[in-house]
């Protein structure tokens, strides 16, 4: 673009983005190239026809805005008007690391986008809106993943560009409600509700509420609610050269996996080995609820795979058994496990590690974890590959050399754990996640962390 100057060198006309400026001062002509900052809004609606530009009166169809329309610059936000917007959609946005492009649902409305919807571009945020699937049909007789007879398989939201944030949304009611690979490195899903997911084929369940391959730049999964999923809440895995390496998973409150295909209770978290590079992982301050509570709510590897790299796990509540297989270094840190109120029995277990062969304990770093169940199940704490063996607290201090200060509490944790956890894109918001072992009728939830006396709120 070119902008005229004035004697004082202010810009008088310029578009965003980059600009040549030219300006005269004194006879003596100067040439210089700024950036303008004037970051613009456009508008999509669920009404809207091909003939509109963009413009609060006249609004973008969402096909049309997500073509990435040459008047969008990075740094621009459009705004989706409520509505229902129906179909398979494509996004091609494309901004910057220093100036993402934002599609954002607007104030005081609902947009829900009813499909499929695909994400290729890059340095993007997807902000406040709703993806779902409305067709009823859940079930279909066809045997794999694939079903030709149902659609909701391939109905999901499907990030393929890198450095994309979905922030604050709902993801509900589709195939798998996320899917990333390898290619959209820097993915971060913040702040959303992803729920009800999946299908029923013939034998079995599919369809996860996240599911998750990476190979570059993190990906950040933190502080959103995470549930009643077909099968399992979070899925990191891939077959054949697919690699599952580099994740935060912080923050987040995951429970009832499986409840939504009525085929029983699933893990909430699996991160299985890849057919590639997999490992270097955090797990961070996680609330993970299994509603069986005794079986496995949480896995890492599986017997026989290739061992992968490094797993930190630190700070999470677990209620259900957390398995920690074949891996390079495990460090477990500062978690609370618990069976709630029910009896270990049947083999089931708090905590078991299966080691690589010939591999030492000091290889990991486990200390400082409380662990609670009830006295009179039939079964024992923790379970180690090294011996096979189950046992008690003692005997595991005594054959790994972990946990010298970490405690064992005979029943259920005492009262309730009240978790504020504040947005990280919009203040005065925050998940609340109540831990109730006291079965109590009332939980005192301190906000000041979001809030101020006098702030008018709502609790969703």
């Known amino acids: 673009a ?35 900052n004037t970051a613009r809004s456009f508008f999509v609606a669920a009404d809207a026809n091909a003939l509109g530009d963009g413009s609060r009166t006249r609004p973008w169809t969402l096909t049309t805005a997500l073509a990435h329309p040459a008047a969008v610059q990075p740094g621009d936000t459009i705004w989706l ?4 917007y129906r179909g398979e959609f494509v996004s091609r946005l494309t901004g910057t690391a220093q100036r993402p492009i934002i599609v954002r649902q607007a104030a005081g ?22 993806f779902l699937y ?28 890198p450095f994309v944030k979905i922030i604050n949304a ?97 893990p909430n978290f699996i991160h299985e080995g890849c057919g590639g590079r997999f490992g270097r992982t955090t797990y961070d301050s996680n609330s993970v609820f299994h509603a069986d509570r005794t079986t496995q709510a949480f896995r890492v590897n599986s017997a026989g795979n290739t061992p992968g790299e490094d797993v930190t796990f630190t700070n999470n509540i677990v209620e259900g058994s957390a398995s920690f297989n074949e891996m390079q270094r495990y460090v477990v840190t500062g978690n609370l496990f618990t069976a709630g109120n029910t009896q270990l029995s049947g083999g089931s277990v708090l905590v078991g590690l299966r080691m690589l062969t010939g591999q030492p304990t000091s290889a990991h770093r486990w200390e400082d ?67 109730n072992w006291s079965e109590a009728t009332v939980a005192s939830v301190n906000p000041s962390a979001v809030l101020r006396p006098g702030d008018r709120y709502e609790i969703h």
Request: contains cysteine.
């Open 2 to 36: 070119v902008a005229t100057v004035s004697a004082t060198g202010t810009v008088t006309a310029v578009a965003a983005g980059t600009a040549r400026v030219i300006a005269t001062v004194d006879g003596i002509a100067d040439t210089s190239v700024v950036t303008v």
């Open 81 to 84: 008007l409520g509505g229902t």
């Open 109 to 130: 409305v609902r947009a829900t986008i009813d499909g499929r919807f695909q994400i290729d571009g890059g340095h993007a945020w997807y902000w406040g809106m709703e």
């Open 134 to 161: 409305s067709d009823p049909r859940r079930t279909t007789a066809t045997v794999g993943p694939d079903p030709a007879d149902l659609p909701r398989e391939r109905m999901a939201v499907v990030v393929s560009g």
């Open 170 to 266: 709902a993801i509900h009611d589709l195939g798998d409600g996320l899917f990333s690979g390898s290619s959209a490195e820097g993915l971060e899903i913040h702040g959303t509700a992803v729920y009800n997911n999946g299908w029923v084929g013939a034998g079995r369940p599919y369809g996860h509420n996240v599911y998750l391959q990476n190979s570059g730049a993190a990906k950040v999964v933190t502080d959103n609610m995470i549930f009643n999923s077909h099968v399992y809440g979070i899925q990191i895995y891939g077959s054949d050269n697919a690699t599952c390496w580099n994740f935060l998973v912080r923050g987040n409150a995951i429970f009832q996996s499986g409840a939504a295909s009525g085929a029983g209770a699933r």
């Open 369 to 435: 974890n409380t662990y609670a169940a009830p006295s009179g199940g039939t079964s024992l704490p923790f379970y180690f590959k090294g011996t096979g063996d189950l046992m008690r607290l003692d005997a595991w201090r005594t054959t790994t050399g972990f946990d010298s200060r970490s405690t064992f509490v005979t029943g259920r944790p005492a009262d309730q754990r009240v978790i504020v956890r504040p947005n990280r894109f919009e203040a005065g918001r925050a998940n609340i996640t109540v831990w």
